[in-house]
């Protein structure tokens, strides 16, 4: 029996995409819920943490963006095929994950002087820190994917962060890191992912 997927998240890209990246890629049926800001207060006091995004899974509802990109990788067969490749994978989303936050808070800073600090520290600690370690794990794979011959929620991960670099004003140059442009192209050009690309809707953010 097929299961109910209902994935609720706001009409923006955000930290929530990565899921809907791992529906596409898997060509798994499920219901989009794409929440209007105006409609959120009627919403929140329904969700687990009063938070999005959340996963319903036949009738069950489940918060956290990681913990659902990691099951639904799972059910899908997007999880590496032995424990060191989840292993691999899991090091690179959560180096993904420093590198979002640092990028969120340094784009909703208020302060100017603050914020060019912060900026500074980006271009200089992390973005060599979380890229130079992805550049050098594409340099020892000759697949192209991340980890093992291929696709993995780790790829579509990385993807999604650089979509969300180059939408907060191009905070990284993939000039810098090749290995990384051609991931970037080749993961793109998957025909599941190409047209899911091609048709979601269109956001800020």
Request: glycine share 6%; with cysteine; proline share 4%.
């Amino acid at each position: 029996m097929e299961r109910k997927y209902v994935y609720r998240y706001f009409n923006l890209k955000g930290r929530g995409e990565t899921p809907r990246l791992l529906f596409a890629a898997a060509g798994v049926e499920y219901t989009d819920d794409r929440v209007e800001f105006s409609d959120w207060p009627n919403i929140k006091g329904t969700t687990p943490l009063g938070v999005l995004p959340v996963l319903e899974v036949d009738g069950q509802q489940f918060p956290e963006s990681v913990a659902i990109s990691r099951y639904l990788a799972n059910e899908f067969g997007l999880d590496g095929k032995s424990n060191l490749d989840k292993l691999k994978i899991d090091v690179v989303v959560d180096l993904l994950i420093a590198t979002r936050e640092s990028a969120a808070n340094m784009h909703f800073e208020q302060d100017e002087a603050k914020k060019a600090e912060l900026l500074k520290k980006f271009h200089d600690e992390q973005i060599p820190k979380c890229f130079g370690y992805i550049e050098k794990t594409l340099s020892e794979n000759s697949s192209g994917f991340l980890v093992g011959d291929q696709l993995t929620w780790g790829d579509l991960a990385l993807i999604d962060l650089d979509h969300l670099l180059c939408n907060l004003g191009n905070l990284i140059n993939l000039e810098n890191f090749p290995k990384v442009a051609a991931h970037k192209k080749q993961i793109e050009a998957l025909p599941q992912i190409s047209t899911y690309l091609k048709h979601r809707p269109v956001t800020s953010h």
